[in-house]
T-cell receptor, first 113, second 116 residues
Framework: KQEVTQIPAALSVPEGENLVLNCSFTDSAIYNLQWFRQDPGKGLTSLLLIQSSQREQTSGRLNASLDKSSGRSTLYIAASQPGDSATYLCAVRVKEYGNKLVFGAGTILRVKS | DTEVTQTPKHLVMGMTNKKSLKCEQHMGHRAMYWYKQKAKKPPELMFVYSYEKLSINESVPSRFSPECPNSSLLNLHLHALQPEDSALYLC???????????????FGPGTRLTVL
């Protein structure tokens, strides 16, 4: 059974700092890995999707890497801003069910101004 | 347009009520999903429709009944719910159904359900 773990559970940083969020998964048989952002009480916004054959994806100040063999992904946020404050969820698309996303518990990020 | 819409935004219902949640997308996606998210927990998959047919049912109680009337619409019919069913219900869609799971899932804003 696929399990996804995110570390740290919560993170508080001053504005402008570069930061790294970590995600690990137990079964490397994945189609892809997706990072989402969720604001309190809201839906999920897709940030980056990395296919299983890719090593990284970039969008603006965000960079996500994937090491499938070791079951790890990192989300790097450069020059953090208070507007980045949210919960960041990592999810893997598992091959046992073609369309199932298995989510980690998330990292709650607070960027202080 | 990468928008998934859900109505209503909020719903309060008693345990004897019957209500429905609605989800709509106009991106031409052929896979649609219902997720349940309890407070401070990650979303958990409930149902997957692929080409308007139910392809995954994650052992969800029968008081939740999904329906996909066409490729753009997804409903979740609710009946005789329990207070522990109170949660954020999220709908999502993706381009490809079946076993080729390389596409992005797009999520709606969710319906906040409270069962009294």
């Amino acid at each position: 059974k696929q399990e996804v773990t995110q570390i740290p559970a919560a993170l508080s940083v001053p504005e402008g700092e570069n930061l790294v969020l970590n995600c690990s998964f137990t079964d490397s048989a994945i189609y892809n890995l997706q990072w989402f952002r969720q604001d309190p009480g809201k839906g999920l916004t897709s940030l980056l999707l990395i296919q299983s054959s890719q090593r990284e994806q970039t969008s603006g100040r965000l960079n996500a890497s994937l090491d499938k063999s070791s079951g790890r992904s990192t989300l790097y946020i450069a020059a953090s801003q208070p507007g980045d404050s949210a919960t960041y969820l990592c999810a893997v698309r598992v091959k046992e069910y073609g369309n199932k996303l298995v989510f980690g518990a998330g990292t709650i990020l607070r960027v202080k101004s | 347009d990468t928008e998934v819409t859900q109505t209503p935004k909020h719903l309060v219902m008693g345990m004897t009520n019957k209500k429905s949640l609605k989800c709509e997308q106009h991106m031409g996606h052929r896979a649609m999903y219902w997720y349940k998210q309890k407070a401070k927990k990650p979303p958990e998959l409930m149902f997957v429709y692929s080409y308007e047919k139910l392809s995954i049912n994650e052992s969800v109680p029968s008081r939740f009944s999904p329906e996909c009337p066409n490729s753009s619409l997804l409903n979740l019919h609710l009946h005789a719910l329990q207070p522990e069913d109170s949660a954020l219900y999220l709908c999502a869609s993706s381009q490809v159904g079946g076993t080729v799971g390389t596409d992005t899932q797009y999520f709606g804003p969710g319906t906040r359900l409270t069962v009294l």
